[in-house]
């Protein structure tokens, strides 16, 4: 089973001298939401679209699919 990786949105912000405090600030996401990115967990597609417009990216350079070692 594949889940999602939040690794490329790290490389991105990086890149972009930019903080997650920062991109949390100014796309309105939660806390709790940027947790369940941090742990690999599903959020909504309508929170990856907020990330992507306000960086003017893709989607692939915020999210990708890995596989689950657990399944």
């Known amino acids: ?21 920062e991109l949390r600030e100014a796309t309105g996401i939660a806390p709790s939401t940027y947790t ?3 742990n690999g967990e599903f959020v909504a597609l309508q929170v990856i679209a907020r990330i992507c417009e306000y960086l003017d990216c893709r989607i692939e350079d915020v ?9």
Do not use: G, W
């Not at 089973?1 to 001298?17: A, E, G, N, V």
């Open 1 to 21: 089973m594949l889940r999602p990786s939040f690794k490329p949105l790290k490389r991105t912000l990086l890149d972009r001298d930019i903080t997650a405090s």
């Open 36 to 38: 369940k990115m941090n």
């Open 63 to 71: 999210v990708e699919f890995v596989e689950d070692p657990a399944s």
